[in-house]
């Protein structure tokens, strides 16, 4: 049975060019980065050519970035050196952020170290920038706002360009997830107003466990890690050598095709709309999902009964994979935060499908076709 994937906002397949590009650091250039002599040298210089290679397309210094296990890793350390090395004593959020921020924060303030913040969503699931601004202009301390650039459930994307003026004009520290949309969308973070970026390889066809922390040269920050002098001193141990060079490939074939494959995956997008709602009479569709939502995900909602609650395990079976909200969550009891955050009173089974330059139309039709049947 050939399983049709539709759960590229969890994770995406390795691109074939990547694993040729990563397979020598596995094999004959295995040496620690830290050592002086031939092997080390020429890992040392993989890493930094493949950090002058993200840093350049992302219009940065190499120096303002530091390569880490992934996401999480990279949104922790922002969070959390924001508080112990910058000073801040209020943290503004939101409540449909990703488990990497939202525990942190909470972690945070269980400690004492912090007060927090959630600011208001819009009825389809948008930030509230007005409420955002009344956040920032009632807060007396040193602030961390830490909005994700897109939603990973819903697909909202965020105006970080607007969050980041807010941000300067109130002296307030900006950190953002962009795991959804690095590689996804072109950033320029010389013209961002932003302090923080956290991104990983593994959500555009790069290696799992490797992400990287983007940290803007006017803000200075300690480890998180501590043990050794490795990525600049920013974070210790060996380096993940052959992911580094995985996320450096993986993020230039993105960029190298972005345009023409952000058009095909957007037309994937709608057409599924399109056939979802011509299909189903009562099928409603999470978030905004126009052009301020992400082009690879689409999450629909069925209304709760005996065959919807167990759609997502029926499609599974027939070899179909699709998401109920976040991969990270997928084993957790009460369903999607994001779901409740933004509509408390829901009674309907989400379904997430995230689209990939792999995926087709022929896929979609299929799909269709056996949602039909169990319903």
Known sequence: MKRIY???????????????????????????????????????????????????ALNSKPGELVFTSGGTESSNMAI????????????ITSPIEHHATLHTVEFLKSMGQVEVSYVKLTQDGHIDLV?????L?????????????????????????????????????FHSDTV?????????????????????????HGPKGTGILYTNHSVQIKPLIHGGGQERNMRAGTENVAGIVGFAKA?????????????????????????????????FFHGDTGEKSLYTVLNAGFPIN???????????????CVSGGSACSSGAQGGSHVIKGVYPHEHRVPIRFSFS????????????????EFL
């Open 80 to 91: 959390t050196c924001s508080v112990r090395d910058l000073g801040c004593k209020h943290i």
């Open 180 to 204: 959804q949309t690095l590689a996804h969308f072109h950033l320029d973070l010389q013209k961002a107003k932003v302090h923080f970026i956290s991104g990983s390889a593994h959500k555009f």
């Open 137 to 173: 202009e009632g807060s007396h301390v040193k602030t961390l706002v830490t909005l994700m650039h897109a939603n990973n459930e819903i697909g909202n994307i965020t105006d970080i360009a607007y969050v980041g003026e807010l941000c300067e004009r109130f002296g307030a520290i």
């Open 131 to 135: 409420d955002l601004e009344h956040l």
């Open 6 to 56: 539709f759960d590229n906002a969890a994770t995406t397949s390795l691109d074939p060019e990547v694993l040729n590009a990563m397979m020598p650091y596995f094999t004959e250039q295995f040496g620690n980065a830290s050592t002086i002599y031939s092997y080390g040298r020429e890992t040392r210089m993989a890493i930094e050519s493949a950090r002058k290679q993200v840093a350049s």
């Open 306 to 320: 005996e065959r919807t609650e167990m759609l997502s395990i029926n499609l599974d079976v027939a070899g179909i």
């Open 251 to 283: 993020f230039e074939l993105s960029m190298l095709h972005h345009d023409e494959d952000m058009v095909f995956i957007r037309s994937l997008k709608e057409y599924m709309k399109e056939k979802l709602s011509s299909s189903f009479n009562d099928v």
């Open 357 to 372: 330059k792999h995926n087709t139309f022929e896929e979609i039709d299929s799909v269709i076709l056996k949602i039909s």
